[in-house]
């Protein structure tokens, strides 16, 4: 008996009616990306673990998925190393490359290859899929696609303030309300500076990225674990639990912050974006009079990626329960790394799968967005075939989208196909219509038949 067929974990399969709402996803995001003057670019799956490695912090490593090299991979390898079974030593000698885990690092190669060929400040688009070898589970899988938006050439913080334009725009098309929470890397620096914790500062963004998945016990646990004292642990407590508007945050962290230069200039940014996309009452309001959605300061906010620099993005749906749909930031060093140092860059990216998930969860795809014939052909038989090839030909040339059933079967199994394609019209040609010399639309959600020439035809559809 044959082996039932399966998937990998944490991957899907996606057949016409899921390809069509995720068409819709892309588009939506693309025409927002076009409007901002961005152009795309696409960059190989597999990327050599040198470029990869290092990039992502020590989580991030374990999550990357190497691929074995091509051929007699073991043949370099002693024995001893075999029964050592150092897995990290193993994978460095029979693996080169790895499957890409985001968009920005190989973006962030791309643009030190093609230097030359580049025009600064340079605004890229890139949708693709990336890889992570993390534990399935609702919303979180291996094989995703992500949709980024970067700024490379600009220390500007006006591409901060538009990647915000973005992504309210984005989801204000998609009907979907979110809660877009800023921070900055430099007050988090400074913070780590002023409880005296400066070189734990990658264990304290770490940390505190999780308190809304393990709560303030398990991340104080984790910063024990880290090495911070007690002092150092109580001093963090009031500023993760800080409340009120953003102005009356950003107050009261500027004071906090007083003796620490990284974090005021860490204050001073955000300050200057929140006051750019906000109106002069700001200070008494989450939503900024620019925006459609709430714009919140959130100082736990820290994305744990390490190559963050500056002012970071995270954003999530208020009417269903998800994680981070959409998340990005200033990365000042990143292609330093590659031999360009003094680049900086800014990017978003948005989680397709999850505004998927989401779009399903609150029923948001436009019903024409699914739709894949606008009308339907009937075959009736060689003659009638003939009269409507032509037909076919012409409201295809005007733009509508238009099949012909390919066989003469049962008009109750033609009729049964539109349905389930669900396809709103439906075109009838008889011997009364061809003699006639017009065609027969049948509406097939009201069930009503009009008469109609060709132009009329197209008119109708249009």
């Keep these: 008996m044959a082996q039932k067929p399966s998937i990998p974990k944490g991957t899907r399969d996606f057949g016409p009616l899921e390809m069509a709402k995720r068409n819709y996803i892309f588009n939506t995001i693309r025409s927002v990306y076009e409007l901002y003057g961005f152009q795309q670019i696409e960059t190989p799956a597999q990327e050599t673990l040198q470029t990869l490695m290092g990039k992502y912090g020590e989580e991030g490593d374990k999550l990357l998925f190497k691929i074995l090299n091509s051929g007699d991979y073991l043949n370099k390898i002693e024995d001893a190393e075999l029964t050592e079974r150092n897995t990290l030593r193993l994978a460095s000698k029979i693996c080169e490359k790895g499957l890409r885990y985001d968009l920005t690092v190989p973006f962030a190669r ?83 500076e002023v409880i005296g914790a400066a070189d734990k500062i990658v264990d304290i963004t770490v940390a505190i990225d999780k308190l809304d998945k393990i709560g303030i016990d398990n991340v104080n646990a984790e910063l024990r674990e880290d090495g911070l004292t007690e002092e150092q642990i109580q001093k963090l407590q009031p500023i993760i639990a800080l409340q009120g508007t953003n102005e ?72 269903t329960p998800m994680g981070s749909i959409s998340g990005g930031g200033r990365y000042d060093n990143l292609t330093g790394i590659f031999g360009m140092p003094g680049l900086s860059g800014v990017g978003i990216s948005f989680g397709v799968d999850r505004i998927y998930d989401v779009l399903n969860a609150l029923d948001l795809y436009p019903k024409d967005s699914l739709t ?42 033609q009729m049964s196909y539109a349905n389930a394609k669900q396809i709103p019209f439906v075109v009838l040609a008889g011997e009364s219509e061809i003699a006639a010399g017009k065609i027969t639309l049948k509406n097939m959600e009201t069930g009503e038949q009009q008469l109609l020439t060709l132009a009329e035809l197209i008119e109708k559809l249009k």
């Excluded at 974006?273 to 300061?297: M, P």
């Excluded at 339907?376 to 030909?393: D, K």
């Design 372 to 413: 894949t014939s606008q009308v339907l052909f009937i075959n009736f038989g060689q003659q009638e075939t003939a009269y409507c090839l032509p037909i076919v030909a012409q409201v295809r040339q005007a733009g509508i989208r238009a099949e012909l059933y390919p066989d003469s079967a049962k008009m109750k199994k």
């Design 110 to 192: 791309y643009v030190v290859m093609h230097r030359e060929e580049l025009q600064l400040p340079f605004k890229r688009y890139q949708v693709q899929p990336v890889w992570r070898a993390d534990r399935p589970q609702k919303g979180r899988y291996r094989e995703f696609y992500q949709f980024d938006g970067d700024v490379v050439g600009s220390d500007s913080l006006i591409n901060e303030v538009e990647l915000m334009q973005i992504v309210d725009t984005v989801f204000t098309r998609f009907g979907v309300r979110v809660q877009i929470k800023i921070n900055n890397r430099k007050i988090l620096t400074g913070i780590a």
């Design 248 to 319: 009356d945050k950003l107050n009261t962290i500027a004071e906090v912050l007083k003796d620490s230069e990284t974090g005021l200039k860490g204050v001073e940014e955000t300050r200057f974006i929140l006051s750019t996309l906000c109106s002069a009452d700001c200070g008494t309001a989450a939503v900024c009079s620019t925006l459609h959605n709430e714009l919140q300061l959130d100082l736990t906010l820290a994305r744990g990626l390490s190559y963050y620099t500056g002012a970071i993005f995270e954003v999530k749906a208020l009417d």
